[in-house]
């Protein structure tokens, strides 16, 4: 079992250029989520997903899109890159139907926006 | 509104020792507490989840204990390794059907040989 796998591990963009980071897992977990990681701002939750066909806002969704097609894919789109999304990204999933039970992560994106 | 805090930020202690890391949380109506690892450049790895029925979890030399009407939990590491070394995350999830979950900003952990 690969567990949960985000595409690419690193990408530089410039402003203004869309791309998408791809979370993909083999583990069945109905929940998936998408977090940015900030020096002093801690962990934050961007788009989350209960099941294929469903999405929700977290915190901090501006400027990004998700979609759940099915149950193993949860990709993030940047519509238009801003330095202020110049982050690391996470996903994670987690058994069932919410965020309380468990969480596996990715090992990240590392996404650049000059 | 839920505030999670991480106190120390940062705990360098020699090989061997024991050792107690803080979360202290704002609303005491918790779903669940759960404490992850991170190393550098990595992802987080779940290492212990506590339900709010729960006083404590423990797995292998890791021990978490949870207080909700003190808002407080605290991670024990038992003989402590350089391997131990990484930052070390809480994060509280809310009560309820709108519950979030909140992570605090993480002690990093220096182990010395």
């Known amino acids: 079992n690969a567990g949960v796998t985000q595409t690419p591990k690193f990408q530089v963009l410039k402003t203004g250029q869309s791309m998408t980071l791809q979370c993909a897992q083999d583990m069945n977990h109905e929940y998936m989520s998408w977090y940015r990681q900030d020096p002093g701002m801690g962990l934050r939750l961007i788009h989350y997903?209960?099941?294929?066909?469903?999405?929700d806002q977290g915190e901090v969704p501006n400027g990004y899109n998700v979609s759940r097609s099915t149950t193993e894919d949860f990709p993030l789109r940047l519509l238009s890159a801003a330095p202020s999304q110049t982050s690391v990204y996470f996903c994670?999933?987690?058994?069932?139907?919410?965020?309380?039970?468990?969480?596996?992560f990715g090992e990240g994106s590392r996404l650049t926006v000059l | 509104k839920q505030e999670v805090t991480q106190i120390p930020a940062a705990l360098s202690v020699p090989e061997g020792e024991n050792l107690v890391l803080n979360c202290s949380f704002t609303?005491?109506?918790?779903?669940?507490l759960q404490w992850f690892r991170q190393d550098p450049g990595k992802g987080l790895t779940s290492l212990l989840l506590?339900?709010?029925?729960?006083r404590e979890q423990t797995s292998g030399r890791l021990n978490a204990s949870l207080d909700k009407s003190s808002g407080r939990s605290t991670l024990y590491i038992a003989a402590s390794q350089p391997g131990d070394s990484a930052t070390y995350l809480c994060a509280v999830h809310g009560s309820g059907n709108t519950g979030k979950l909140i992570f605090g900003q993480g002690t990093t952990l220096q182990v010395k040989p």
């Open positions: 994670a999933t987690s058994r069932g139907t919410k965020s309380t039970g468990e969480l596996f």
């Open positions: 609303d005491s109506a918790i779903y669940n």
């Open positions: 506590i339900q709010s029925s729960q």
């Open positions: 997903s209960v099941g294929a066909g469903i999405t």
